[in-house]
């Protein structure tokens, strides 16, 4: 079983109200681990991308929680695109994954929630080197 096929879409609970809806995630229910840390990306220039790295330890789950953007997963062999659409739904990225997003629409809000505090020796900022880290997960 690689890291891609630990991929996962979370469905959030939505509470629809005439005054607006309300979502909510916790850790340990909704997502698969404790949340040590939360980061957004806002404001995204049109054509732009972010991410573009890999994680050795930590998971994230992404969701789009105003705007649309497209995630792109790869394990190094296979690879998988999930468009983020919705306030109540996330993908999980697990470690070993790599993943870039883009496609952002204007305005656009994507809410990263992290097993992990923001560490720079647990990313893998560059591809190769990911590829060769992914043939060493496979053995
Ligand atoms: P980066 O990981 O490159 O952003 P992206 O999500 O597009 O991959 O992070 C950009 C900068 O922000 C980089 O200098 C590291 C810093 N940063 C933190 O200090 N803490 C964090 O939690 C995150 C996500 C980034």
């Known amino acids: 079983m690689s890291a891609l096929d630990k991929v996962r879409i979370i469905e959030l609970p939505k509470i629809c109200d005439p005054r607006g809806n309300l979502s ?13 840390r939360v980061f957004y990306i806002y404001d995204v220039p049109g054509g732009e991308c972010r991410g573009g790295h890999a994680h050795k330890e930590c998971s994230i789950v992404l969701i789009a929680v105003a705007g649309s953007f497209e995630v792109r997963l790869t394990d190094g062999k296979r690879e998988m695109t999930v468009l983020l659409n919705r306030a109540n739904r996330g993908v999980l990225i697990p470690p070993g994954v790599w993943d870039t997003m883009h496609d952002f629409t204007t305005g656009s809000v994507a809410l990263a929630l992290a097993s992990h505090p923001y560490e720079e020796e647990d990313y893998i900022r560059d591809y ?3 590829i060769e880290y992914a043939k060493s997960l496979d053995h």
């Not at 909510?24 to 040590?36: D, M, T, V, W």
């Open 128 to 130: 190769d080197e990911f």
């Open 24 to 36: 909510f995630a916790e850790g340990g229910r909704h997502l698969p681990f404790s949340i040590k």
